[in-house]
């Protein structure tokens, strides 16, 4: 009897949980499933992948990738311009503006016909709260460096001054979402987890961790968008994203140039290569030995394979650029000096500096999932006469390595996007420990930049970054190995106008063919 | 039993605490801090220390942890995460379901597969049948899960089109990501039923009951099987934490939200609210799971619920 | 805590005593024992390939020398098997055959060491859990308890991120993770075989109690143990390859067969064949441990003794 009731009991347990995990999972919405391939005419949806999810959807708080991208779907700017800095911006909430002769002053004009998505019109107190709040943000507040004050004259004029002349001010200030203010008085809790926004569309909900909805706002002023549903979902591995590409589930996707070659060949699909200033490099402690002497770290630059580099680790997604300023960007010019593949004169260069071959250099330090790049890395080096091992480390305690000089050499990728002037991050002492990784220090380097960040005259600003990009390149501070490309596979059907340079896409200018 | 049970109940009381001192001691004292982590490497120091002082983060680690303690027991607060500013909770209850559901459907399936194939396997023993069996589950159990689960996908999403690659939103979604966690606990089980089946099948009261004539059936399902129950219940209660582990993995190639994925991207972020929220969750499923395990256990085995009644053995 | 020691301590003793006694038994045992696997044909099977892996691991550098796994070929990249490279070559333009000989050390070696470590520490503790029983059962299990709730990859990270990424490290990380385990199992064999009549005799003739664990308990409870842990070199090979997927692997350019397979992950549409190789030869490296150790289970079975 005893025993009956034991295996009584054992299945009585399976079922029920079996029980309350069927109500478990019907509870999530159930948008029934989109294998068949639906026909594109008519469409008006887009389901987009992602691989991490967002979140946070505060204006100013957020710091991932995906979160820029959703902002800005929800949210518009003062105006549009684009990042690499050559266009004159474009009018978006602001139909003008006007800078002071001292460059202290940025007076904003406003039109008068934008709407939040509640209905309440777009004014001077919520541009003036919405850049405030960048000011005050940990996460954002780089934006709008220089900023002091901000001052609302009316209804639709908005003046910024400005502590200092900074130049790259516009650039920044052109990426504050407007965002508004009776809103967040309203309930802060809202003004994150549902926002009311300014841009082309509004949100409609979230489940964590798989997907945020977003419809077209019929009352846009620039004109409703023509895509309506935007469907955003979490896939984090590339191999899953790239079969829902394949069957049609997903619609875009920002992918990685490991699955690109699977995606290449799909004829109902087009993969969209678009420039970006991040890039990859390697960083050499200009504190410790050998690479105190300058000929050191040429002849690393020297040593390392570009284009094979970027072949194996990018599947050729990649620009070759040993210059840390990439080639769209504000202050580039093929005049100054490049690295090419040359082995002999690295050898020549370590002998000049006096290092003995066969050097033995200690380890290689790279986190995770830059190990690829340090096998190519390492095997260049030893060409050279240079040993080293590859010590690979957990993300955070790399960060912690890396930031606090406790390296000789490692390679990495990094972002310095905005205006070219971000890059001062890379060289200036004032960043050693954190984003000057070479722990570079150079008075006469340091006064370059803080003169590029007066100057407001562009052609006076050119030739100083001239200058500086000229220096780097000849005390080979980095051995930058090239810029990667932000790679997108979308259907073919979807016509998707332009990805500006940096990659962070505008729903709205999409359309179905 | 109730007092057993009871007893058991207050065990988790210092069981919990110990998880949740380790796994706070682990994410605190392994580099890099919340700060740093969400603002990058390009942020000012200032910046980062404000955030972390926002968190609380700028306080030794013994006040964080008392402090979150206190949090957890006093006002049933799990926190709120670095990353998200949201209630951990909420990150929880959105994800715990799926995996929930995948846990125990891949569980049942493996129970099904496993104990029943490896009863005939252990019946059948030496035949053609029984290493046919033990082979192909042991192949199975050796193809590793994110390679199943892609192949899985080729096949059923890409090629035949009927089942959907990713999601979480219909039973439909659950097929794929149960199949790839099912299969190696089943092979798992098969083994272990096959095995423990054997092992009573040679007991003496079993040879007993042979020798009085008992019919084969008889013997399978009146003797051998309770008996050789034991091992396998145990695993069973033990396997879903492994199962977590599978889950980890087909949540992450089906693209499913789940605790799995919640965990592990925490983890990497060193959200500790999510972490020590999820894991102490976990924790509580995980205890209780395994004492109803332990109570089933003494159902089947008589001789353990005596020696639970008597409070421990007392012989020495 | 001093009485587990001095559990060890006693076994070791007894151990060495144990052996002595048994000498003259040995070779007549090996014969027995040797006449039941035989009778598991798969278990032959499983025993030939383990034979030919352990074989390829002791003479890789003769098949084929390590140079060859580093060595990269920029030319040569993800090229398809042919005769120059029998597997095909890897993005980097490596030999892939190089690779997975000269993988076969890592990968066998982290096997065997991690599920040997965690047997001895999961017997030691589960046997003493079970056996005492009480207070020791309880401290034991409580300790486990705690270990069991916190998810592996959290214990894996913090190794790492504590003492860095190496393979001493990595078989460390994966012992931890799989002791737990070890311990409610062996524990809860133990239970049952400590209620049996044989040990109740021993201890009526005043066997001490390390005897009676180590004499009697453990091996009459070996068969769930042998199938445990047979399978947990497998599952040990897996994890390491998990474990490596997570970026906590060994280091590179070492060939660990787990390493290549997670490495090729990218290419499972168009080079396939990085996935297979490797694969193919954690399956059967997994397999023939598995086989082994059924074989092993029907042979070494103390019940089957008469």
């Given at each position: ?513 | ?22 796994v706070f001691a682990i994410l605190s004292l392994t580099p890099g801090d919340p700060g ?254 395994i004492l109803i395990v332990d109570v089933i256990y003494a159902f089947i085995d008589p ?14 | ?306």
């Amino acid at each position: 009897m005893k025993k009956m009731m034991a295996v009584l009991l054992t299945a009585v347990l399976t079922v029920s949980i079996v029980g309350c995990g069927d109500s478990g999972g019907q509870s999530g919405e159930a948008a029934e499933t989109k294998t068949e391939v639906e026909s594109q005419a008519g469409k008006d949806s887009i389901v987009i992948a992602t691989d991490v999810d967002m979140d946070t959807l505060h204006p100013s708080d957020f710091s991932t990738t995906i979160e820029h991208t959703i902002i800005k779907q929800l949210y518009d700017t003062l105006m549009y311009m684009n990042p690499d800095g050559a266009h004159d911006p474009e009018e978006r909430i602001a139909e003008s503006y006007e800078i002071s002769e001292d460059g202290m002053d940025y007076t904003f004009t406003l039109r008068d016909d934008v709407t939040f998505h509640d209905g309440s019109a777009v004014t001077a107190e919520d541009v003036k709260f919405s850049l405030e709040l960048y000011m005050d943000s940990e996460y954002q507040g780089s934006q709008v460096t220089g900023l002091e004050s901000v001052e609302a004259l009316d209804d639709t004029t908005v003046v910024c001054h400005l502590s200092n002349p900074y130049s790259p001010f516009l650039l920044g200030v052109c990426q504050v979402p407007i965002a508004s203010k009776a809103y967040y008085e309203q309930s802060e809790d809202d003004f994150v987890n549902t926002p009311v926004g300014s841009g082309p569309y509004k949100y409609v909900g979230r489940e964590k961790g798989s997907k945020i909805t977003l419809e077209s706002y019929e009352d846009y002023y620039r004109g409703a968008a023509t895509i309506k549903n935007v469907t955003f979902e979490v896939i984090p591995d590339q191999s899953t994203t790239a079969v829902a590409l394949k069957t049609g589930e997903v619609d875009f996707a920002m992918i990685e140039s490991s699955v690109i070659a699977q995606l290449t060949g799909d004829n109902s699909l087009t993969v969209e290569e678009v420039a970006a200033s991040g890039f990859t490099y390697i960083s050499m402690n200009t504190e410790k030995e050998p690479f105190i002497d300058p000929k050191v770290r040429q002849a690393i630059n020297y040593a390392v394979d570009r284009e094979n580099i970027i072949a194996v680790c990018y599947d050729n997604e990649a620009e070759v650029n040993s210059n840390i300023c990439s080639k769209e960007r504000f202050g580039y010019s093929d005049d100054q000096p490049q690295y090419t593949y040359d082995p002999e004169k690295a050898k020549e260069l370590l002998s000049e500096a006096g290092v003995t071959t066969p050097l033995d250099l200690g380890s290689i330090l790279v986190a995770e999932k830059y190990s690829n790049l340090a096998t190519v890395i390492q095997s260049n080096l030893a060409d050279v006469g240079i040993n080293v091992s590859i010590d690979v480390k957990e993300f955070n305690a790399y960060i912690d390595d890396l930031t606090s000089g406790n390296y000789t050499i490692t390679a990495l990728e990094m972002t310095l996007d905005g205006d070219t002037q971000q890059l001062e991050m890379a060289f200036i002492s004032d960043y050693i420990g954190t984003a000057n990784n070479a722990r570079y220090s150079d008075p006469e380097m340091d006064e370059l930049f803080s003169q590029a960040r007066a100057e407001t005259d562009n052609d006076a600003r050119e030739a100083i970054f001239d200058q500086i990009f000229t220096k780097a390149q000849d005390e080979a501070i980095y051995a930058v190995i090239g810029n990667p490309l932000t790679l997108y596979a979308h259907n073919e059907s979807l016509e998707c106008k332009e990805i500006p340079f940096e990659g962070i896409y505008s729903i709205y200018d999409f359309s179905w063919k | 039993m109730y007092k057993y049970v009871a007893k058991r109940l207050l065990y988790m009381i210092p069981v919990l605490l110990g998880v949740a001192f380790l796994v706070f001691a682990i994410l605190s004292l392994t580099p890099g801090d919340p700060g740093s982590i969400i603002l990058g490497i390009t942020a000012k120091p200032e910046d980062i220390a404000a955030l972390n002082a926002e968190f609380g983060y700028d306080k030794p680690f013994l006040i964080r942890f008392f402090n979150y303690i206190g949090d957890v027991v006093l006002h049933f607060d799990l926190g709120t995460s670095y990353q998200s500013r949201q209630p951990v909770i909420n990150d929880i209850l959105a994800r715990f379901p799926n995996t929930f559901l995948l846990t125990v459907l891949s569980m049942s399936a493996a129970s099904v597969i496993g104990i029943s194939l490896g009863i005939i396997s252990a019946v059948k023993q030496y035949t053609a049948l029984d290493q046919t069996l033990v082979v192909v589950a042991l192949i199975f159990a050796s193809i590793p899960g994110f390679w199943l689960g892609l192949m899985l996908m080729l096949f059923f999403s890409m090629k035949l089109g009927v089942l959907p690659s990713y999601g979480a939103d219909s039973l439909r979604h659950f097929v794929l990501p149960t199949i790839t966690v099912c299969m190696t606990s089943a092979a798992g089980l098969l083994r272990l039923t096959r095995s423990a089946m054997l092992e009573t099948i040679r007991q003496e009261y079993i040879r007993t009951a042979k020798a009085k004539g008992a019919s084969q059936k008889r013997i399978i399902w009146k003797h051998a099987l309770r008996n050789a129950m034991l091992p396998v219940v145990t695993t069973l209660g033990t396997s879903f934490g492994a199962s977590l582990g599978g889950a980890i993995i087909a949540e992450t190639v089906f693209a499913m939200p789940g605790m799995g994925t919640l965990i592990t991207t925490a983890i990497r972020q060193k959200d500790i609210p999510v972490v020590m929220g999820s894991t102490l969750f976990l924790a509580v499923l995980f205890s209780l799971i395994i004492l109803i395990v332990d109570v089933i256990y003494a159902f089947i085995d008589p001789r353990i619920k005596a020696k639970y009644e008597n409070g421990g053995r007392s012989r020495e | 805590m001093h009485l587990l020691i001095r559990v060890l301590k006693q076994n070791m003793r007894m151990g060495v005593g144990a052996v002595n006694r048994q000498k003259s038994r040995t070779r007549e045992q090996f014969r027995e024992f040797w006449r039941r696997y035989r009778k598991n044909k798969s278990a032959v099977v499983g025993l030939i390939i383990l034979v030919f892996l352990i074989g390829m691991a002791l003479f890789a550098d003769l098949i084929i020398p390590y140079s060859k796994c580093v060595e990269q070929v920029g030319a040569e990249r993800l090229q398809l098997p042919s005769a120059a490279h029998f597997f095909g070559t890897d993005e980097f333009g490596r030999d892939l055959f190089a690779r997975v000989v000269h993988g076969s050390r890592y990968s066998l070696f982290i096997g065997v060491a991690t599920s040997l470590m965690a047997l001895v520490a999961g017997a030691i503790l589960g046997a003493s859990a079970g056996y005492f029983g009480g207070m020791v059962d309880n401290i034991i299990c409580r300790i486990i308890d705690v270990f069991m709730c916190v998810p592996p990859i959290l214990l894996s990270l913090a190794v790492v991120a504590a003492i860095g990424t190496s393979m001493q490290n990595l078989i460390i990380a994966i012992t931890i993770s799989c002791i737990p385990g070890n311990v409610r199992l062996i524990r809860s064999v133990v239970l049952t075989v400590a209620e049996q009549d044989y040990v109740e005799v021993a201890r009526s003739y005043g066997a001490s109690n390390a005897r009676i664990i180590f004499r009697y308990v453990l091996p009459n409870a070996m068969g769930p143990i042998i199938v445990n842990t047979t399978m947990a070199i497998s599952d040990m090979i897996l994890s390491a390859a998990g474990l490596s997927f997570i970026g906590m692997g060994i280091q590179p350019p070492s060939p660990e067969w787990g390493a290549l397979l997670s490495a090729a992950q990218s290419y499972i549409f168009t080079s396939p064949y990085l996935l297979f190789f490797p694969g193919i030869f954690i399956v059967l490296s997994s397999l023939s441990f598995n086989l082994v150790g059924d074989g092993l289970t029907d042979a070494l079975d103390p019940k089957l003794k008469n």
